[in-house]
């Protein structure tokens, strides 16, 4: 964590989902599989004839194996990076693919808050892909980062982010 008087940067690891990181790595040799199969049956001319066997499947499975290496990635070596500015907070994931940075403008942000937990949302966090254990409104809409924290570290970034957006009392409550 680097605090400046101006910036706030924060690196959060990523702790690897082990179940995840099989299936996902499964799915890899899987859709590997499919395609070596599928380039075999047009070198060899014994093409498919339907369209579901030209377009929709392989399509289906380029798209399987491009989450699969994704989700794999990110449990593997995924790591999310919190920029705090005095305009910005940017949330970046990185070291998966196709992960794009979100900046949220300061002055929209009231606090941060530890999240609460739910079953079902926690259900259908997408692999672990999104959520986490702090929170922040947004137009609206509660944001989280930090998916593998534990709740004393998660305290301590609230704090820390919350003493930026010059918010005490709520850092107090913690």
Not at 32 to 39: E, K, L, N, S
Request: proline letters at 3%; glycine letters at 6%; hydrophobic letters at 45%.
């Amino acid at each position: 964590m680097t605090d400046t008087k101006e910036d706030i940067v924060i690196f959060i690891k990523k702790r690897p989902d082990w179940f995840i990181l099989f299936i996902s790595g499964a799915s890899i040799i899987f859709a590997a599989i499919m395609a070596i199969y599928f380039a075999y049956l047009f070198y060899t001319g014994d093409h498919p004839t339907n369209i579901f066997d030209k377009i929709v499947f392989p399509t289906v499975v380029i798209f399987g194996e491009v989450f699969a290496i994704k989700a794999f990635l990110w449990h593997y070596r995924g790591e999310e990076k919190v920029t705090m500015t005095t305009a910005i907070l940017r949330i970046e994931k990185i070291g998966s693919i196709l992960n794009f940075p979100v900046t949220y403008k300061i002055e929209k942000i009231k606090k941060f808050l530890l999240s609460e937990k739910k079953w079902l949302e926690n259900m259908t966090d997408g692999y672990k892909l999104s959520g986490g254990e702090i929170q922040f409104l947004y137009f609206g809409e509660i944001i989280k980062f930090g998916q593998t924290l534990k709740r004393e570290e998660a305290k301590e970034i609230i704090r820390k982010l919350n003493k930026k957006l010059n918010n005490e009392p709520h850092t107090q409550r913690l």
